[in-house]
């Protein structure tokens, strides 16, 4: 999933509701993956990581689900604040967390109050 | 959790000069650092990788003459951009995995514009 675009998708949604947010990995072989929250200016934020041995984990408002049929990956996010406003990126490796990551496109959060 | 900073948070500079950026870990020692590099409203890209005490290791297409990094000590990575061009022009961020945590840390980037 290496991002070539212009323009980063969009979700717009109300404040309160949930969000989905939808991730294309591109190498079978990676074994872990990870979910950043980037605000305008800033640095990525780690969110909640997931392995290849699972299909589901859930954090504090976040569940991240994984596909590897399709090699798809989501992150759900629960009653949704203005707060969480900004850019998602996925991102994954193979080899575990310590090395270098490839990212996805990133998707652009608007959360309306 | 782990924090990493850069150092500048912005730069202006001509074109033709060379620019330094420093990406320091704060609270742990990191033998190996991200550098990665940002375009408006696109992803992160890995630029290189950077070894404590040994050459970085570039990611195909990356100039390791025009993009310098340095490796100095455990706990700074610094990135020379050299005779910067205006598509130098970017979000330059590095991050440092940290066993502890089972994490990567990212720094919060360094903005450079190139006139």
């Known amino acids: 999933g290496e991002s070539v675009g212009l323009h980063l998708p969009t979700l717009s949604v109300q404040e309160g509701d949930n969000s989905i947010i939808n991730c294309a990995y591109s190498n079978s072989a990676s074994d872990y993956f990870i979910w950043y929250k980037q605000e305008s200016g800033k640095g990525p934020q780690f969110i909640i990581d997931?392995?290849?041995?699972?299909d589901k984990r859930q954090g504090q408002r976040v569940t991240v689900l994984l596909n590897k049929t399709v090699k798809h990956l989501s992150l759900q996010i629960a009653a949704t604040q203005p707060g969480d406003s900004a850019v998602y990126f996925c991102a994954e490796n193979y080899g575990g967390s310590q090395g270098n990551l490839i990212f996805g496109k990133g998707t652009k959060l608007s959360v309306k109050p | 959790g782990a924090v990493v900073s850069q150092h500048p948070s912005w730069v202006i500079c001509k074109s033709g000069t060379s620019v330094k950026i420093e990406c320091r870990s704060l609270d742990f020692q990191a033998t190996t650092m991200f550098w990665y590099r940002q375009f408006p409203k696109q992803s992160l890209m890995l630029m290189a990788t950077?070894?404590?005490?040994?050459?970085?290791?570039?990611e195909q297409g990356v100039e390791k003459d025009k993009f310098l990094i340095n490796h100095a000590s455990l706990t700074l990575s610094t990135l020379t951009v050299t005779s910067a061009h205006p598509e130098d022009s970017s979000f330059y961020i590095c991050?440092?995995?940290?066993?502890?945590?089972?994490?990567?840390?990212f720094g919060p980037g360094t903005r450079l514009t190139v006139l």
């Open positions: 997931i392995r290849s041995n699972m």
């Open positions: 991050s440092a995995p940290v066993r502890l945590y089972n994490e990567q840390f």
């Open positions: 950077s070894n404590e005490g040994s050459k970085a290791t570039y």
